[in-house]
């Protein structure tokens, strides 16, 4: 039984309408098939709410595009009713394959370029809308969280202008630091964690995968990860290592400081699985020297889990660290644009977050209470015996 049937018979805020931006439209698209199957074949559907109109549907989509003007400016267009609709507008503001035109010149999409056509939506929907959710996997400026010396608060400054917008509820995942929701107290910011797909996507692609301590531990690259390391050990029951950066603070290159080393703190690693967690891979350079550190330590496989694969700087040092036994599994989520390329890397497996993210959408759309997607200990648990059933 999934989590959708397992919902009470409340009655919706509103119609259920889904704006999926351009460069989210696989994604809005591969929910919607979820959301359109689970309300016409649930077994457990909700009788009172079968009725209403707009409520079982063959798909939630919106007809919407922000088309641009040769100077490259741009407009938001809504080509169906949402007058009293729950608006939920999907964006994901990493897709730097989507071009448009500037006097004759072609340029990327940025996510300053993403952000802007969001903004545009929420103006073509204000007014008319019952309720606007924003769905942004990856969060804005979620990197830009705190101020050191003059700095820019870019993260904070973006949620409070949707909020001022109409926005209520802004739904993410794997916040850099959940803590920038203080920039918005008042108003509706969930952050959810992977945690249960990437063990589906390892339990699914890894055959001989063994969860105990005298196999498997968990690793921290760095310490803003802790507490996803913290949470995969505790709920697994197996030992937690943490790497922690020593950096250079005397010089700035491209805006940080260079990692020095990284210095490990925990037990042997000899002869165990590795899984290293984070929230993103950008570059690849901290998460690949990590893992070459572990295996240097005598660990038997390493596996990366990280909620977005960025890969700013291509594949081929994830190639070459694959090829040269440094690292087994990468693990990423389908929540934001990957390179075609990456698909076909025999170290990449998908952890799908389709469903799961149909379930949050669902559960919001009845005001239905988030707890135990928040924190899915019980899935996780029926994954580990399934596993042991397995061996």
């Known amino acids: 039984m999934s989590d959708i049937d397992r919902m009470d018979h409340i009655l919706p805020v509103g119609t259920l309408k889904i704006a999926a931006l351009e460069g989210c439209r696989d994604l809005g698209m591969a929910v919607d098939r979820h959301l359109v199957e689970s309300r016409k074949n649930s077994k457990n559907v909700y009788l009172e709410a079968a009725y209403l109109p707009g409520y079982i549907a063959d798909s939630y989509l ?21 007058r009293g609709a729950d608006l939920y507008i999907l964006v994901d503001v990493c897709n730097y394959s989507l071009t448009y035109r500037v006097c004759g010149y072609e340029n990327h999409m940025s996510p300053d370029n993403h952000y802007q056509d969001l903004k545009r939506i929420i103006s073509a929907a204000t007014g008319k809308a019952k309720r606007i959710n924003v769905v942004m996997p990856f969060l804005y400026e979620g990197r830009q969280h705190k101020r050191s010396k003059r700095e820019s608060l870019d993260c904070s400054l973006a949620l409070q202008e949707l ?25 509706g910011f969930d952050s959810f964690m992977p945690t249960y797909q990437f063990l589906k996507a390892l339990f699914d692609t890894v055959e001989d995968f063994s969860v105990d301590n005298n196999h498997l531990m968990i690793i921290s690259p760095d310490e803003g990860a802790m507490s996803r390391a913290v949470y995969f050990s505790n709920i697994l029951g197996v030992d937690m290592g943490m790497f922690y950066k020593r950096r250079d603070y005397s010089t700035i290159v491209n805006g940080k400081n ?10 042997s690693v000899k002869g165990k699985d590795v899984i ?24 038997k ?6 909620t977005f694969g960025l890969f700013t700087d291509g594949f081929e040092k994830f190639d070459d660290f694959y090829e040269k036994g440094y690292i087994t599994k990468v693990v990423t989520t389908n929540l934001n644009y990957r390179d075609p390329a990456l698909l076909t890397k025999p170290y990449y497996a998908e952890a799908d977050m389709t469903r799961f993210l149909a379930t949050i959408i669902e559960s919001l759309n009845h005001d239905q209470t988030l707890s135990k997607i928040e924190t899915p200990t019980e899935k996780i648990n029926e994954l580990l015996l399934k596993m042991q059933n397995r061996k």
């Not at 490259?72 to 080509?79: A, D, L, P, R, S």
């Not at 496989?301 to 990280?306: L, N, P």
């Open 62 to 82: 919106l007809d919407c595009h922000c088309p641009r003007f040769g100077t490259g400016e741009g407009k938001g267009q809504i080509n169906d009713s949402v």
């Open 163 to 187: 909020i001022d917008m109409g926005v209520q509820n802004i739904i993410t995942f794997d916040a850099h630091d959940p803590r920038v929701q203080n920039a918005i107290p008042l108003s």
């Open 258 to 267: 260079p990692i020095v080393a990284h210095e490990f703190l925990g037990d």
């Open 276 to 299: 290293i967690v984070d929230d993103m891979i950008s570059s690849g350079d901290s998460m690949l020297d990590v893992a070459k550190q572990v295996k240097e330590r005598g660990a």
């Open 301 to 306: 496989r390493v596996f990366v889990c990280t």
